[in-house]
């Protein structure tokens, strides 16, 4: 439902045009996780760091880079899914590149999973815009809810209301980087000033709160781990 809601674009397509896309994007992602996973093997078993204690920025780089494959490859499955039940598919995607955005509006607005993007256009900015609602105000409101969104299932597993804050805070902060972007450097550009930025902000979303949503137990083995391997591992299992 929440993908048809999302999309106005519908379409059937026969196999032969829907199953070769689908197969080359389940390679390339499940290729980049593997490779990734893998650089992060080599800089902790054959250089002998570890990652999550003495290379902390890397760890969140490293988890950030992560995300975009594995919600890609959530979104093919849905793609799948639907076009299974349906016959159909639609040009809605996890996302256009987001590791090259010009900027955080670039990125939260037209980069970065479209389907969660256009449904908070459609039910929240949109219809604050026509009510009159300055540009400014209908985003923090987009923002206030997508932080409720990753921060309510975490504080229905009891989590540690630091975490749970910290989730919605995360949100709130791009919401201010993406306000002051508008006022101060609406036509500056720069794709690695914005990865920089997200990777600096992103330890305040937790790196063991979208785990412990709905297993708490293995949030508290991805933090206690030894090393980023075993934390992955412990994710896996």
């Avoid at 070769?20 to 994007?25: Q, R, T």
């Avoid at 598919?89 to 900027?103: E, I, Q, W, Y």
């Amino acid at each position: 439902q929440l993908w048809a809601h999302c999309s106005d674009n519908l379409r059937r397509v026969p196999p032969r045009l829907f199953l070769p896309p689908l197969l080359a994007n389940t390679a390339k992602w499940g290729l980049s996780m593997l490779l990734l996973m893998a650089s992060v093997s080599f800089v902790e078993y054959e250089m002998g760091y570890s990652v999550r204690k003495d290379l902390p920025l890397v760890m969140c780089a490293f988890h950030f880079l992560m995300v975009y494959p594995v919600i890609s490859l959530l979104y093919g499955g849905c793609e799948l899914l639907v076009w299974l039940l349906t016959g159909c598919v639609t040009d809605t995607t996890a996302g256009d590149f987001p590791l090259v955005s010009s900027s955080m509006r670039d990125f939260w607005g037209r980069r970065y999973n479209q389907v969660i993007s256009k449904l908070c256009r459609t039910v929240i900015f949109h219809p604050l815009n026509a009510r009159g609602w300055p540009l400014p105000l209908s985003t923090l409101v987009v923002f206030f809810f997508t932080g409720l969104l990753h921060a309510a299932p975490t504080a229905l597993v009891q989590a540690n209301p630091l975490e749970v804050f910290s989730q919605w805070l995360f949100f709130m902060i791009h919401w201010l980087i993406c306000a002051a972007e508008g006022v101060y450097a609406p036509k500056s550009k720069s794709a690695p000033r914005t990865f920089l930025l997200f990777v600096a902000v992103y330890p305040i979303f937790g790196l063991s709160g979208m785990y412990s949503m709905t297993h708490p137990h293995v949030g508290y083995q991805v933090v206690m781990s030894e090393t980023t391997w075993e934390a992955l591992r412990c994710m896996v299992v």
